[in-house]
């Protein structure tokens, strides 16, 4: 079955950086559009950040445009979220997340475990 | 983009039929997928495409999605579908989640 491992969590201070990766196995990532989505603590899902399977289509919520940077590297079969000038409302578990291969809309088909990332002094 | 609207709670005794619903302006013209998620696990995708279920999701699990409202549907409820649930549509460049509606089985 599909495997989505993330890594890279932790304890940060505002205003500084984290790379978050994941690491995915048991399918084809270079076919597969990716997500990030975190959730706060008792909080709902909120989508992050979108990458296409090749990274031609790159979309970020409004909420970390600019500050965050989402990449892949299909060799290696990983996905990375890059977060600069982090704040305490940045504070969330973050889900690696796969597109399904139906062809049309998203639909999230798989999930990672989620690596928690606090931000806080 | 979509601004969906679920219910912040919704109840129900086991073997009765809840309705949990998604609301949102023209939310008919796209598709809806629906998530499952129970305390400290990820989410667990039960609908998509508005009506489809994905292999392993038992048949009690149903949706519907027209003009401004989409709906998942539990039949014959059990004590195991008490969970979170989210609705999620996507707008070409932006996934827009519900704010999850928490599914209590008296």
């Known amino acids: 079955e599909v495997q989505l491992v993330e890594s890279g969590g932790g304890l940060v201070q505002p205003g500084g950086s984290l790379r978050l990766s994941c690491a995915a196995s048991?399918?084809?990532?270079?076919?597969?559009?990716m997500n990030w989505v975190r959730q706060a603590p008792g909080k709902g899902l909120e989508w992050v950040s979108y990458?296409?399977?090749?990274?031609?289509?790159?979309y970020y919520a409004d909420s970390v445009k600019g500050r965050f940077t989402i990449s892949r590297d299909n060799a290696k079969n990983s996905l990375f979220l890059h977060m600069n000038s982090l704040r305490p409302e940045d504070t969330a578990v973050y889900y690696c997340?796969?597109?399904?291969?139906?062809?049309?809309?998203?639909?999230?088909?798989?999930w990672g475990q989620g690596t928690l990332v606090t931000v806080s002094s | 983009s979509y601004d969906l609207t679920q219910p912040p709670s919704v109840s129900v005794s086991p073997g009765q039929t809840a309705t949990i619903t998604c609301s949102g302006q023209k939310l008919g013209d796209t598709f809806v997928c629906w998530y499952q998620q129970k305390p400290g696990q990820s989410p667990l995708l039960v609908i998509y495409?508005?009506?489809k279920r994905p292999s392993g999701i038992p048949e009690r699990f149903s949706g519907s999605n027209s003009e401004n409202t989409a709906t998942l549907t539990i039949s014959g409820t059990q004590a195991m579908d008490e969970a979170d649930y989210y609705c999620q549509a996507w707008d070409s460049t932006t996934v827009v989640f519900g704010g999850g509606t928490k599914l209590t089985v008296l």
């Open positions: 495409q508005d009506t």
């Open positions: 997340a796969r597109e399904a291969p139906v062809g049309t809309a998203m639909v999230i088909d798989y």
């Open positions: 048991r399918f084809t990532f270079s076919r597969n559009a």
């Open positions: 990458i296409s399977s090749s990274s031609s289509s790159i």
